[in-house]
């Protein structure tokens, strides 16, 4: 992985070697555009000014766990359309070195492929995690937006 400096000073990821995902419920197909603007999974439900992204199948299967509303949880393989920057909401307060590989773009992620034989956390894993997001949408807790 390169990084560059755009001109604002602001690191730009560069994962054209890696393979990307996204986590959610949306039914979507190949071509498709995720794009920011849509409510948001985490706190109030604010509507997101990013879309999120992973190199990890890991952390792209708690997205679609985690995804609010009933389908079941879709794993998509992306391409971002523009610059992509270390998600701050799990990098700067959970996991400093950004070991996650999460990520997150103001730009559309286009559907490239899904993956569709995926093996989800175990019951009591899944259940622990629901709980600590709804403890922090209790407290207040946004995703960083800035």
Known sequence: MSTNKNINSQPIIDLRSQTLYHGTKANLKQGDLLEPGYTSNFGIGKKAAYV??????????????LAQGNPPGRIY????????????????KKFPGNPTKSYRTRHPLRIIGEILNWQGHAPEQLQTMKDSVELARQQGIEAIED
């Open 52 to 65: 999120y992204l992973t190199a990890t199948l890991d952390a792209a299967i708690w997205g679609a766990e």
């Open 77 to 92: 393989i992306i391409e971002p359309t523009g610059p992509i920057e270390d998600d701050p909401n799990l990098t700067d």
